[in-house]
T-cell receptor
Framework: AAGVIQSPRHLIKEKRETATLKCYPI?????VYWYQQGPGQDPQFLIS???????DKGSIPDRFSAQQFSDYHSELNMSSLELGDSALYFCASSLGTTSAEETQYFGPGTRLLVL | RKEVEQDPGPFNVPEGATVAFNCTYSNSASQSFFWYRQDCRKEPKLLMSVYSSGNEDGRFTAQLNRASQYISLLIRDSKLSDSATYLCVVNAPGTYKYIFGTGTRLKVLA
């Protein structure tokens, strides 16, 4: 079965650079979620989109922005990168937002290293 | 205090053992509960959803106790391949975002 696709899988950036992470949800899934997992930490919710509109916002820095496009893929844009942004970034998708459809399925993640 | 708490372990158990993990959550309004497993440097993978009185899937049984605000995961006849971190996940009430526990590490030993 098709899964969530994330690209790139690995990314190395310098401080103060920008990065764009992409997420392609499971076909027919209309909700995407972004999470950040630092070394030895649990995943922390950043932001989510339902039907191309922001639905929830978590601990996302102002330097980050995200959007969901008409084909339901999503991009996380990260500017003025800091060393502390080094982490695994997961995207998850779900079929909808009713209780029966909300189970989230995670992509393989993008490993970002900021030097 | 974290909203979702788990014993980080590690739990080191021999093959064939039965092991149980507990997880407590602080917001009584939470409605959805899940167990995910995460292998090192990989994505969380759904193990079980836990609704109302709990459910069973093969060697795995999850229970929900709303009164005490905890969920549990029981693994019977542990296999080497069960070695992973088990993440307790609770939805933030009124939203669809997940709140993760810190995870419980399980090592099944030959």
């Amino acid at each position: 079965a098709a899964g969530v696709i994330q690209s790139p899988r690995h990314l190395i950036k310098e401080k103060r650079e920008t990065a764009t992470l992409k997420c392609y949800p499971i076909p027919r899934h209309d909700t995407v979620y972004w999470y950040q997992q630092g070394p030895g930490q649990d995943p922390q919710f950043l932001i989510s989109f339902y039907e191309k509109m922001q639905s929830d916002k978590g601990s996302i820095p102002d330097r980050f922005s995200a959007q969901q496009f008409s084909d339901y893929h999503s991009e996380l844009n990260m500017s003025s990168l800091e060393l502390g942004d080094s982490a695994l970034y997961f995207c998850a998708s779900s079929l909808g937002t009713t209780s029966a459809e909300e189970t989230q399925y995670f992509g393989p993640g993008t490993r970002l290293l900021v030097l | 205090r974290k909203e979702v708490e788990q014993d980080p372990g590690p739990f080191n158990v021999p093959e064939g053992a039965t092991v149980a993990f507990n997880c407590t959550y602080s917001n009584s309004a939470s409605q959805s509960f899940f167990w995910y497993r995460q292998d090192c440097r990989k994505e969380p993978k759904l193990l079980m959803s836990v609704y109302s009185s709990g459910n069973e899937d093969g060697r795995f049984t999850a229970q929900l106790n709303r009164a005490s605000q905890y969920i549990s995961l029981l693994i019977r006849d542990s296999k080497l391949s069960d070695s992973a971190t088990y993440l307790c996940v609770v939805n933030a009430p009124g939203t669809y975002k997940y709140i993760f526990g810190t995870g419980t590490r399980l090592k099944v030993l030959a």
